[in-house]
């Protein structure tokens, strides 16, 4: 497994999202922002390519464009449904909603409060070679401790991106930098669409895969 796992942080440069049980989140969290996320398209397209605050009031980056207009694959979609249930509508995130489904961590996913969820797109997963990936999908408690690598326990704003170190529910950290809507996670990973609203968490779509530290 060592191997495997060193072969996928070459491949990777660096899954999400799914949660510990309720317990786990409450002792990660560091608190919630407080702050209602919208949900509309129109802010999303208002947002991106901008810098500065009007960035941050919806949605941001470049792979927004690619999201649904309406329909449960849209912004206004996913804000209605819980994390697991919103990343299942949005067809760029299928291969993580796969993971997310092989390791058991929908209904803990989906029941959580308050999170902030890193979710790797396809193409993030396709830089994994493809027998390295089998073998991770293949393997629950593997693929538990990356999946849930990609999870913090309270709702991030980009603002708390700009120069972050956030305990995930793998138990490492992981760590953000950035300004405007430009942003990266480890150095490695950048926010493709950012400040993602669903019914329960705030997601971050990124183009790589993560993998803890240890």
Request: proline share 6%; glycine share 8%; net charge neutral.
């Amino acid at each position: 497994m060592n191997t495997t796992i060193t072969t996928i942080r070459r491949a990777a440069l660096a899954l999400t999202a799914a949660v510990a049980l309720p317990l786990s989140l409450a002792a990660c969290s560091g608190g919630d922002s407080g702050k209602s996320e919208p949900s509309s398209s129109s802010s999303a397209e208002q947002s991106e390519g901008s810098g500065g605050a009007s960035a941050m009031s919806g949605p941001f980056g470049p792979a927004c464009s690619s999201v649904p207009k309406d329909g449960k694959g849209s912004f206004d979609g996913m804000a209605q449904d819980p994390v697991a249930t919103a990343a299942s509508n949005n067809p760029a995130l299928s291969t993580l909603v796969t993971a997310v489904k092989k390791a058991g961590l929908v209904d803990t996913l989906n029941n959580a409060k308050n999170i902030t969820v890193f979710a790797p797109t396809n193409d993030a997963f396709d830089k994994i070679p493809k027998d390295q990936l089998n073998k991770v999908l293949n393997d629950k408690e593997q693929l538990t401790k990356i999946l849930t690598y990609h999870v913090v326990g309270q709702k991030l704003t980009p603002q708390q991106l700009e120069n972050g170190s956030y305990p995930t529910l793998e138990k490492s950290e992981l760590t953000t930098s950035g300004s405007g809507t430009n942003y990266t996670v480890n150095d490695s990973a950048k926010v493709v669409c950012g400040n993602v609203p669903t019914a329960n968490a705030t997601v971050y779509i990124i183009d790589n895969v993560l993998m803890p530290k240890t």
